[in-house]
């Protein structure tokens, strides 16, 4: 299971993987999403004063977990669809994005 | 509560200082697709400094995933296209006609990100609904114009809007009927019609909310599924933040597929911080 942290730059340890890419100040990636990081990447973010980092790291899938963030989904999803009714097409998007972030974890 | 006369909005709408002039002749090239020079307007497009300094960022973000960087206007027309570029620009250019910043309780980041979110999910869902994924993008940053413009040139009456939208609990559509007699879909329209825009595009404004009432290929049945879309993935990050009820025909005159559209979500989000800095900054 994917777990995806923001971490600040003090704490970033050669081998993270990015979760999102890095960009400078122009909007321009200085690292790619996916890409491990280097000793020297993590220098030079410090050197940028970039405040940190999106990674993500493989965690073993704990079953009760998953259940656990289901649920609070549903309850922030349940809150955003709150005026979306009971329509088919209406019911089948708060589904997909249920799958869609369940499977993103 | 009394409504503003439908009138007063039209008039202020047309007083509205014109687009600029490379805007206007962007907006004008999508009625003679096979007979614009290209090159004219990219040279047109980079005396605007403005513009071309935000169309650049983007053409450079991740959204178009460029070997090599484009340095002019001219060269992205190369490596993207002209119909890309005319896309940005229109985006950059209409959208910084006008400034909210009179209107208390408007949230302009919010709007924009929204914005910016529904463009991608149009975007994203432009194959599956067999539509140009350029005037997509377009018409999903700009679908909600109408709200910006009323904040703008009604400032006081639409902090009102928003306050009783909190109060209620109810859309912005709901609201703005209530309290102005008039809502951002209608005024998207009239926009849309003094400056000219593209039918379709206009039809992507106006019709948004309700596609059941626009034609069977309109790109409004593609911006209502794809505005439902952008609220779903929370892209606004306001607390009031709601999906409306999906309208099951714009589902089905898209083409709307389940197993397509889990596919271009991860994408959908992954272009949304990038193209958000892009375009926002």
């Given at each position: ?8 730059t003090?704490?970033?340890l050669?081998?993270m993987?990015?979760?999102e890419?890095?960009?400078d100040?122009m ?7 996916g ?5 020297k990447?993590?220098?030079?973010l410090a ?9 993500e ?6 079953v ?6 289901r649920?609070?989904l ?8 709150r005026?979306?009714g ?18 993103q974890? | 509560?009394?409504?503003?006369p ?11 200082p014109p ?8 907006l ?9 020079d290209v ?5 047109q ?7 071309t300094?935000?169309?650049l ?10 070997q ?21 620009v ?5 959208n ?20 910016i979110?529904t ?10 609904a ?7 993008f377009?018409?999903?940053l ?9 904040a703008a ?7 009102k809007?928003?306050?009783y939208?909190a ?13 102005m007699g ?12 003094i ?12 019709g ?5 009432r626009?034609a069977?290929d ?13 609220h779903?993935l ?9 999906v409306m009820?999906?309208?099951?025909v714009a ?11 889990r596919?271009?979500l ?6 949304f ?5 892009s375009?926002?900054s």
């Open positions: 299971m994917k777990c995806v942290e923001v971490l600040a003090a704490d970033l050669p081998g993987v990015l979760a890419a890095l960009l100040e909007g321009r990636v200085l690292i790619p999403a890409a491990e990081l280097s000793e990447n993590i220098a030079s050197s940028r004063d970039l405040p940190g980092a999106k990674i790291r493989q965690v073993a899938e704990d009760q977990e998953t259940e656990a963030y649920l609070v549903q309850g922030r999803l349940d809150h955003l669809f005026h979306a009971s329509g088919e097409v209406s019911r089948a998007l708060y589904q997909a994005v249920v799958d869609y972030r369940v499977g974890r | 509560m009394s409504a503003l439908k009138e007063r909005v039209a008039l202020c709408l047309q007083q509205l687009l600029p002039q490379v805007v206007s002749e962007l004008a090239s999508f009625a003679h697709e096979d007979d614009v090159e004219r307007l990219a040279h497009i980079s005396r605007d400094q403005a513009i300094a935000r169309v960022r983007v053409a450079n973000s991740s959204f178009y995933g460029l090599s960087r484009v340095a002019t206007i001219p060269d992205a027309v190369v490596v993207l296209g002209f119909r890309a570029v005319r896309s940005l229109l985006a950059v250019g209409v910084c006609t006008f400034f909210a910043d009179r209107c208390r309780g408007f949230d302009a980041e919010a709007y924009r990100r929204h914005g979110g463009g991608l999910a149009a975007a994203g869902l432009s194959e599956m067999g539509s140009n994924r350029e005037l997509a377009t018409a999903g700009l679908h909600d114009i109408g709200q910006l413009a009323l040139n009604f400032p006081m009456e639409y902090t809007v928003l306050d939208r109060s209620k609990d109810c859309s912005s559509l709901a609201s703005e009927r209530d309290v008039t809502d951002h879909a209608q005024v998207g329209g009239m926009l849309a019609e400056w000219h825009f593209p039918e379709s595009l206009r039809q992507a404004l106006a948004h909310h309700e596609p059941g626009a069977d309109s790109l409004a049945n593609l911006i209502h599924i794809a505005d439902a879309t952008a779903a929370e892209f606004s990050h306001q607390p009031g933040e709601m009820p999906l309208d099951p589902w089905q005159r898209i083409g709307g597929d389940w197993q397509v559209f596919s271009v991860p994408q959908i989000e992954a272009n911080a990038e193209t958000c800095h375009l926002l």
